[in-house]
């Protein structure tokens, strides 16, 4: 174990003065321009995810660039957002340096006058990778890390031990430094990722893990970066089936499309944090009907509802990767209902984890 450590951090090291030059070859190329009176021309590569165009030929999922984007002096809000740019490259060849780490609002919090705003900074960031070629993490800006982790597996961060396997059920957070993580055992048949929090907690109380051999995460809503290449790590190494649970609403399906397809905020990196192999198991449309949910429990579709899922409906990857999701979006657009993972506890308090999720399994409800 400690000559894996070594390994890793040697590996780490060796990234860090490969980007502490390439820093410095940027840094000296533009000042060259400077000093010559030239104004300098960055081009940066730009990333998608997807397009609203379903039947088109793109290469929204080939993970190449799909145009540049030039940032020159000449024009003020650019050379705003070059100068941010470059300061955040001070902060970060700092961190490489000293081998410390921070997080993005750490980073927000330096220059606040000169930042103004959170998304200048992520933005910076995310230039700066392009750039560099190379993920957030390998510049030490880090994520506070919101995901939960509780079941049937045992890993290492470093020199701290997650062993979960002793006690299934108890909950552990999800690392945030993703790369030290070594050592991975598990006797897990499957990951289960389930949305929400109260969902999770649900399944920690009713003993879930006792029961069913299995791995259950949690992202508390819109996965972070940790939770998301946590989660491709372990199915990169344990090679396990995993599936998604969500809300029957237009932000659950988008939770769930985030964890098989990755954001756009993060397309340029989106190779890394993806995972194809995950499967829908629920809480589908079609749902209301088949396990009969309560009337009451079926709420009216918000026009932001519905604003937001008629636009996910021309995702290009949804008509050629899982046409099948397509269509129960759809159908919830048509019904103009949503309705909570947990209007299945109507049935009883836990139907949820004594029924739903065991049934979709066996019977291969998913998609």
């Known amino acids: 174990m400690e000559g894996k450590r070594r390994r890793v951090q040697s590996e780490t090291q060796a990234q860090s003065v490969i980007l502490l030059m390439k820093i410095k070859e940027f840094t000296r190329a533009l000042l060259t321009d400077l000093t010559n009176g030239r104004s300098p021309l960055i081009l940066i590569d730009r990333f998608r995810s997807y397009c609203a165009v379903p039947n088109a030929n ?37 961190l490489l340096q000293e081998n410390k780490h921070s997080s993005k609002r750490d980073i927000y919090y330096t220059y606040p006058s000169l930042f103004l705003d959170q998304s200048v900074v992520d933005q910076a960031i995310n230039d ?4 560099m070629q190379c993920s957030r993490h390998n510049l030490n800006v880090v994520s506070a890390g919101n995901g939960l982790i509780m079941g049937w597996i045992r890993f290492s961060e470093g020199e701290r031990i997650f062993d979960c396997i002793s ?50 995460i949690t992202g508390r809503g819109y996965p972070d970066i940790p939770t998301r290449r946590f989660l ?35 397309a340029y990196d989106t190779k890394h944090l993806r995972v194809p192999e995950i499967r829908w198991l629920g809480v589908f449309p079609s749902d209301s009907e088949r396990y009969f949910v309560p009337k009451q429990c079926l709420l009216p579709l918000t026009a932001e509802d519905k604003r937001k899922g008629e636009a996910m409906l021309l995702r290009c990857y949804l008509e050629k990767e899982v046409p099948q999701w397509r269509l129960e979006l759809k159908l919830m657009l048509q019904k103009g209902v949503k309705f909570e993972i947990e209007a299945l506890s109507a049935h009883a308090l836990s139907f949820l ?13 998913i998609m």
């Open 128 to 131: 700066t990778c392009i750039l």
């Open 353 to 365: 984890s004594e029924s739903y999720i065991p049934s979709k399994i066996e019977r291969k409800l």
């Open 58 to 94: 793109c290469f929204c999922a080939s993970d190449s660039p799909c145009g540049k984007e030039a940032l020159t002096l000449r024009k003020k809000s650019r050379a705003h957002r070059l100068v941010v740019m470059l300061r955040v490259m001070l902060i970060v060849q700092k």
């Open 232 to 266: 491709r790590l372990l199915v990169e190494n344990l090679r396990l089936p995993v599936y998604c649970l969500v809300d029957c609403d237009p932000y659950g399906f988008d939770i769930l499309t985030t964890y098989r397809f990755g954001s756009m905020q993060m």
């Open 167 to 216: 006690s299934p059920n108890s909950v552990h957070p999800v690392p945030v430094h993703v790369e030290e993580v070594q050592d991975i055992i598990s006797v897990a048949q499957y990951i289960l990722v389930v949305e929400k929090e109260s969902v999770f907690q649900r399944l920690g109380n009713d003993q879930f893990c006792n029961a069913n051999h299995c791995i259950i």
